[in-house]
């Protein structure tokens, strides 16, 4: 972790970072939404990114990331990332727990810690991955399903995501849960995006993220 780097700072590293990998254009008013700050703060923040080289940005126009920016940004989600699983995963943390505990311990966690959570998630994981190869084997009578192929007017359970990093995220932060129930509305005209329901609330996902899905017919 670099020391000149605050940690709210990190954390817009990190977001434009999630932003550009989801296909999105990275804007003032995408940061501020985003990470629930108001824009005067965050053209404050993007003007002290700029000054150190780690964004690129001209006025009114999008965000993007130098070379260095992007591999402070890389490091900075890897941390996340990786605490999240274990919190998840191994811990089996409530996921919006989880979610903010890991970005507050991505500040402070030191690099040689991390160095043995990551041999430690390497071991335990794949314990963890054939544990559930097994019991999913043993449940196969519920024929799991990728979201992307579910008939609109269905309902379903989450089962399981099949994603990792930055998409598992963007997923848990719309609501998609292992345990969760959504009912699929309807396809687009094209077929993509899906239009879901999920915890009462109707949002659109596209199905390159509904792929990594995996849900049982309820």
């Given amino acids: 972790m670099s ?3 605050s940690p709210s700072l990190e954390n817009y590293l990190r977001m434009i970072l999630q932003l550009q ?3 999105y254009t990275a804007r003032i008013t995408d940061l501020a939404e985003k990470l629930n700050i108001a824009k005067s703060s965050v053209n404050q923040a ?3 990114l ?3 080289g780690l964004v690129r940005h001209e006025r009114y126009g999008p965000l993007e990331l130098t070379d260095k920016g992007v591999t402070i940004a890389q490091g900075i989600t890897k941390r996340y990332d990786m605490l999240m699983e274990f919190l998840i995963d ?3 943390v409530d996921p919006d727990i989880a979610e903010n505990d890991a970005c507050l311990m991505e500040h402070a966690v030191s690099s040689a810690t991390m160095e043995k959570l990551s041999v430690y998630m390497e071991q335990q994981l794949g314990e963890v991955c054939k ?5 999913a084997r043993q449940s196969a009578v519920k024929i799991l399903k990728k979201l992307d192929n579910v008939l609109p007017g269905t309902r379903v ?4 995501l099949a994603s990792k990093s930055v998409l598992r995220h963007r997923l848990m932060e719309m609501g998609i849960t292992p345990g969760v129930e959504i009912i699929v509305e309807s396809y687009a005209p094209m077929g993509d995006p899906i239009e879901i329901k999920v915890r009462g609330y109707s949002l659109a996902i596209r199905k390159s ?6 849900v049982e017919v309820i």
């Fill in 21 to 23: 990998q989801d296909g």
């Fill in 50 to 52: 700029k000054k150190q």
């Fill in 90 to 92: 191994v811990l089996k």
């Fill in 157 to 160: 359970r989450v089962v399981k």
């Fill in 209 to 214: 993220e509904a792929k990594d899905v995996f």
């Fill in 131 to 135: 544990k559930e190869h097994t019991q």
């Fill in 46 to 48: 993007v003007g002290t």
């Fill in 3 to 5: 020391s000149s780097i």
